[in-house]
């Protein structure tokens, strides 16, 4: 193949889709083809399948780019989820590939360049098509593919050793460190195992080696992805092996501060909360997914707690971490949800002090079982208390974040915004979702981690001056 081919990715969706584009480039630098954005040859939309804005995104992203005259692969998400079906409905899509491609990626867009059509896949759910001990992968590789799992292959590895299997795709000091891929919770409204699979924890020795490997790449911040975090190590065989591996992941040479995402409050144990609330060089952050506080909302959704449930594990936490952030997000009109659950719901906003709260309007997903529920809420109904709890979850969070002028934090720059700013976040705000925080400062650099006094807030972001002094 001509090394003059080029692929431009364009990743759509969450965290852990952009670790598996990474994935893909990877993939395709080994196998000849160059990486870039102008008059590439074919361009690959890793799309998300989760919810109906973003497949409509997703489609939407891969029409526009059919406009470049570039041939126009779709994989991620939506792909493996809908295959022959997406492929019928998109013709002018050259290809629909499934996770089981991503191994061949280079053949597979050789295929695409020389006109060789691609049989699109049927979908199946991957739940029953990956063993689900690591051990046993060991044993006998499987022939389905597990997305951001691994390391280049012998061969196509540098010399210098084995290499993560991703290529970072841009230079900032942040990264995402997939722990585990698939879900084995079975929420009533969520799709995502039936295309994502049984979960799947990495192990932490490739774990450690890839942390090492993004150190040495600039990175200084590894921000830890799943689909659900507090489950990695149940298929190791050990649920404890979070609370063991983070304190070896702070300590890569290089790694300023880790962070945990997606938590679920159920699954939260003692041991795992103190080691993200008390051990250094880890963010005292808390992604946890409630989705509602109603009790018998939850239990609908095949979830559990309550709101005392909830207000006590926040309690918890912050007797261990006083100015520990906390995010959730939070689904209205879930089938059923009268008008006292909903305010169940927004009584708990009220006295939990949530950082960042996220409102999503509840729709039926293909495939769940919440999609066959009785006591469908009308569109009219769920807009207007999405635009209700919206609207309190901006006044609770600009208060959240008042509360917090005074006070000291640690703020990783990530941008100069000249004349004396610098972006950059403190150790309670996620990357991208939660706010920032404006430095005034001199000379600082992105990377660079710099303690402020918090001077003002707007919204959720806040404005900070560095610290005189000791």
């Known amino acids: 193949m001509s090394s003059r081919r080029t692929a431009s990715l364009i990743t759509l969706g969450c965290a852990r889709n952009e670790v598996d ?31 109906d804005s973003a497949k409509k995104d997703s489609i939407d992203t ?25 492929a019928e409905a998109l013709p002018e899509a050259s290809a629909v590939l499934s996770f089981d491609d991503y191994t061949d990626i280079g053949e597979r867009l050789d295929d695409v360049v020389a006109g060789r059509p691609l049989v699109p896949h049927t979908p199946r759910d991957r739940r029953t098509l990956l063993p ?38 841009d230079d900032g000091p942040v990264a995402s460190l997939k722990l585990a891929s698939g879900c084995d919770r079975r929420c009533t409204f969520c799709a995502i195992p039936a295309f994502r699979g049984a979960y799947v924890s990495r192990r932490p020795d490739e774990l450690l080696g890839e942390a090492a490997w993004l150190a040495e790449h600039g990175v ?26 983070l304190p070896r992941l702070a300590a890569v040479e290089g790694v300023e501060r880790v962070r945990v995402s997606y938590l679920q409050p159920a699954e939260l144990r003692p041991g795992l909360l103190t080691a993200i609330a008390a051990t250094k060089g880890v963010a005292p952050y808390f992604d946890l997914s409630f989705q509602h506080a109603s009790g018998t909302v939850l239990r609908r959704m095949r979830r559990f707690g309550d709101p ?34 909903f305010a169940e719901l927004t009584d708990f906003l009220q006295e939990a002090r949530l950082d960042v ?8 997903e293909e495939g769940t079982e919440a999609a066959g529920m009785a006591g469908k809420l009308d569109p009219e109904t769920v807009d207007k208390r999405v635009a209700a709890l919206t609207e309190l979850a901006e006044e609770l969070t ?20 000249g004349d004396g ?50």
């Open 21 to 51: 584009s990474e994935e893909l480039a990877a993939r395709l630098e080994a196998a000849g083809w160059s990486l870039g954005d102008d008059d590439p040859d074919v361009i690959v939309v890793n799309t998300c399948g989760f919810i």
């Open 62 to 86: 891969i029409l526009a780019a059919t406009d470049s005259g570039a041939k126009v692969v779709a994989a991620g998400c939506m792909a493996e989820r809908y295959g022959e079906q997406l």
């Open 357 to 364: 709260i996220g409102v999503f309007g509840y729709s039926d």
């Open 421 to 470: 700013g610098y972006e950059g976040r403190a150790a309670h705000q996620g990357p991208e979702v939660d706010g920032s925080v404006t430095v005034q400062g001199i000379g600082l650099t992105p990377g660079q981690i710099v303690r402020a006094v918090v001077v003002d807030a707007e919204g959720v972001d806040l404005i900070a001056r560095i610290k005189a002094g000791p």
């Open 132 to 169: 689900i001990s690591p051990v046993g992968r060991a044993a006998a590789p499987p022939a389905h593919a597990i997305p951001g799992h691994g390391e280049l292959p012998e061969g196509l590895a540098p010399a210098s050793g084995p290499r993560p299997l991703r290529k970072r795709m």
């Open 398 to 417: 600009a208060q959240r974040a008042e509360e917090r002028i005074g006070t000291e934090v640690e703020v990783l720059i990530e941008a100069d915004l």
């Open 308 to 341: 005392r449930r909830f207000l006590d594990l926040l309690e918890r936490i912050r007797a261990e971490a006083p100015e520990a952030g906390v995010r959730s997000n939070f689904i209205v009109g879930f089938p059923g949800e009268t008008e006292a659950e």
């Open 220 to 245: 200084r911040e590894l921000v830890l992805v799943s689909e659900n975090s507090t489950s990695y190590g149940k298929d190791l065989g050990d649920l404890r092996s979070l609370e063991a591996l």
